[in-house]
């Protein structure tokens, strides 16, 4: 398929995931499939020396290299996409050093990222929006059209289903009265109608949250997407950039092991109950000692339960006992670790 002037063979993304869950390894196996690979940016510095004291920096230049290593895995093949969450502080800088450093799309989510397309055009770089309704499609494209004249290459929709923060709030959630993933995707599709009649084009939409399998896939294609984004597939792949014990976390976990859960920024997210989670309800409160000032809506010090960048670093190094380990609804289906190739083959039938 098309997009914008790119080329991508199969329509599967492999959803960001951080912290550190989809770098060089992850998104350059995916890109060489066909696919499109996402480098997550968020702390992505964290085996940087200087992290502790320069997160910043380190941030940038891993960043810079995941991007050019990424690519040398991919050997020309497929897309390779940095995942921005708006959420993150100095995200105007990350967005342009992934632009400098070659990155063929830029994807944000995890708020409403109403100056990405400023900050991208006329770069030769595709930006995609994250969005969980019609509402914030359509905002987002007016935004875009009134401050630069231009629509999104693509739009990415996460469903309920989906693994890390979620955009629905907690009541939606607990009550399970979240609208399934095809009514939201056909409620976007009929929401940008206009503005693709306007321009002339379509803008490519892809489903993400739940999708595990070929039939899945299918659905979502039958139903007006042009693809997917997969996220908790992918982390059980020898290429994921995660520690083993990780991986295996997922592969182990039973459905009344996976929960909604608040996370320190206030929004709902999904995740195994592994012993930290068990520890903070159990009154457990674990302030960050050094805190890097990473995200925006992060209540600062003591007033944070945990930090959920460290708790997410423990996770990726395979720390169970301090870890988060985030994951989408299915992840109970998971049942064993494959190669990239495999997970791929699989999914494209
Ligand atoms: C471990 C984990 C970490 C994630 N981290 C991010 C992230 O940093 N930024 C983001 O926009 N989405 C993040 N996500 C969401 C994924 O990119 C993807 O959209 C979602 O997991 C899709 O649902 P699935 O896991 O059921 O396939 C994360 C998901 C998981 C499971």
Do not use: W
């Not at 085996?47 to 960043?63: C, H, M, S, V, W």
């Not at 399934?180 to 803008?203: H, M, T, W």
């Amino acid at each position: 398929m098309k997009i914008g002037d790119k080329y991508l063979e199969h329509g599967i993304i492999q959803g960001g995931m951080g912290v550190g869950i989809s770098l060089a390894g992850l998104a350059g196996a995916v890109a060489s499939e066909g696919c499109m690979g996402v480098i997550s940016s968020v702390n992505i510095g964290y085996k940087e020396e200087d992290f502790l004291t320069d997160p910043f920096g380190a941030n940038i230049r891993a960043l810079k290299k995941h991007i050019r290593m990424a690519r040398e895995i991919a050997g020309g093949r497929g897309l390779i996409a940095v995942n921005i969450m708006v959420a993150v502080t100095h995200y105007e800088e990350t967005v342009k050093t992934a632009i400098e450093a070659g990155a063929d799309a830029i994807i944000s989510g995890a708020g409403l990222p109403l100056n990405l397309a400023e900050l991208v055009k006329g770069t030769g770089t595709l930006f995609a929006p994250i969005v969980s309704s019609k509402r914030a499609a359509v905002l987002l494209c007016k935004s875009f059209l009134k401050k630069a004249a231009v629509l999104p290459d693509f739009i990415v929709i996460e469903g309920h289903k989906a693994g890390g923060h979620l955009g629905f709030s907690a009541d939606d959630l607990e009550a399970d009265s979240c609208r399934d993933n095809l009514e939201i995707l056909s409620e976007v599709l009929e929401g940008i109608r206009p503005f693709e009649e306007e321009a002339e084009r379509r803008i490519p939409v892809f489903l993400a949250g739940g999708i595990y399998d070929k039939a899945d896939i299918d659905m979502a294609v039958k139903n007006g997407a042009a693809g997917v984004q997969i996220g908790t597939r992918f982390i059980a792949t020898y290429e994921c950039d995660a520690d083993p014990v990780l991986k295996n976390v997922i592969v182990n976990c039973n459905k009344d092991d996976i929960r909604i859960i608040k996370s320190p920024v206030g929004m709902p997210a999904r995740a195994v109950y592994t012993k930290l989670l068990q520890d903070l309800d159990a009154g457990g409160h674990y302030p960050a000692k050094v805190c890097n000032n990473c995200l925006s809506a992060c209540p600062k010090g003591d007033k944070a339960p945990y930090c959920i960048s460290r708790a997410l670093i423990a996770a990726v190094e395979g720390n169970i006992d301090e870890g988060l380990f985030f994951c989408g609804e299915n992840a109970h289906r998971v049942d064993r670790i494959m190669s990239v190739k495999e997970l791929v083959s699989e999914l494209i039938g």
